[in-house]
């Protein structure tokens, strides 16, 4: 008998077959309780979890005894409990590479649609408003060098830097948990503390996980700091800023717009005050979904499964410590 896996999101046909040829794959649309209930032997026996977007907490890892992996379609990994899986010694795997280039591109996407009032002006034009020459009411601001200032320099922040710095030929200034020597050798990017860096950006760009030190890092205080002229992307985790702190200072123009792939709740409600605004650009969270990014996440994660129920946690596992103590 071949050892059981759940799988939560469905696959193309060639990776399906992939895992098919190792394991009793039952597939199941969320991880919901009565999902679970409906199939209780299958989740019991489950040695591999794959898939994204539902919680894997405590009450879950309850239902599956003989879990030894998961592997998430994703880079973060906010929805799994991280302290349960590593009391059980069970693999946390995901897909950190394969979207870094995608996810800048929807950044890059969000600043110059948030500063050049792209979606604001299409929606104008459209309704049939362009009548005669435009004037400067629907004048934008530039992109192109000026200052941008990152919080969080992994390997997205990298690749907005590199756009940033070769394509726009913007200053940046960045703020991360240590200093990255590339970053600074490579795009001229200058180490800040976080006040400094919401002071002197013209675009504030943050692409953090969320965790308990990240939530509502971006606040009522911290936006007070950022130019009146200034525009604050998040591509990372909605939580990671005050979504009420945010509406007040674009309706209050303390802050010129927001560029958002993501939000406190999601799908954000369609009554949020927040959507209201002109001065918003938003996404339904698509910083990492093109049919070929979303592809190569998808196999990626279906071979991390495979290795780690191969006891191979070299690469992408999240907690290789905590399964294999020194
Ligand atoms: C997307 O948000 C991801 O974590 O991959």
Same mark, same amino acid.
Not at 236 to 241: E, I, K, L, Q, S
Not at 284 to 290: E, L, R
Not at 312 to 318: D, R, S, Y
């Given at each position: 008998m071949k050892p059981s896996v759940i799988l939560y999101e469905p696959l193309p046909a060639d990776l399906r077959s992939q895992l098919e040829a190792r394991y009793q794959v039952t597939e199941v649309s969320n991880l919901d309780s009565h999902t679970i209930a409906s199939h209780a032997a299958a989740f019991s026996e489950a040695v591999g979890l794959l898939g994204s977007g539902s919680k894997v907490d405590q009450a879950l890892l309850e239902q599956m005894p003989a879990l030894r992996a998961c592997s998430t379609?994703?880079? /973060?990994?906010?929805?799994?409990d991280l302290d349960a899986l590593d009391a059980r010694r069970i693999a946390l795997m995901h897909t950190p590479t394969v979207l870094t280039e995608t996810v800048a591109d929807t950044v890059f996407a969000l600043i110059l649609a948030s500063a050049r009032r792209v979606t604001e002006l299409d929606s104008w034009v459209k309704a049939g408003e362009w009548k005669k020459s435009i004037g400067p009411e629907h004048f934008s601001i530039d992109v192109h060098h000026k200052t941008l200032g990152i919080v969080g320099m992994g390997r997205i922040g990298m690749a907005v830097a590199q756009r940033a710095h070769y394509g726009f030929g913007m200053n940046i200034l960045y703020n991360a948990r240590k200093h990255h020597p590339q970053a600074e050798s490579r795009f001229s990017a200058k180490y800040c503390d976080i006040n400094q860096l919401l002071e002197q950006s013209d675009f504030v760009c943050v692409i953090l996980p969320l965790t308990e030190q990240t939530r &509502? *890092?971006?606040?009522e205080e911290q936006l007070s @700091?950022?130019?009146?002229s200034a525009i604050l992307i998040n591509a /990372? @985790?909605?939580?990671?800023?005050d979504e009420q702190a945010l509406t007040r200072a674009l309706k209050n123009h303390t802050l010129y717009a927001a560029g958002l792939d993501?939000?406190?709740?999601?799908?954000? %409600?369609? #009554? =949020?005050?927040? *959507?209201? *605004? %002109?001065n918003v650009v938003t996404l339904? &969270?698509?910083?990492? =979904?093109?049919h070929e990014t979303r592809y190569g996440m998808k196999r990626d994660a279906v071979e991390n499964l495979i290795a780690a129920l191969d006891g191979? *946690?070299?690469? #992408?596992?999240?907690n290789p410590q905590a399964v294999n103590p020194a």
């Open positions: 379609i994703s880079v /973060g990994y906010d929805l799994f &509502h *890092l971006i606040g @700091r950022m130019k009146p /990372g @985790r909605g939580p990671v800023v993501v939000f406190e709740q999601e799908p954000v %409600p369609a #009554n =949020a005050e927040l *959507l209201s *605004l %002109p339904p &969270h698509v910083g990492s =979904a093109t191979k *946690l070299e690469k #992408n596992c999240v």
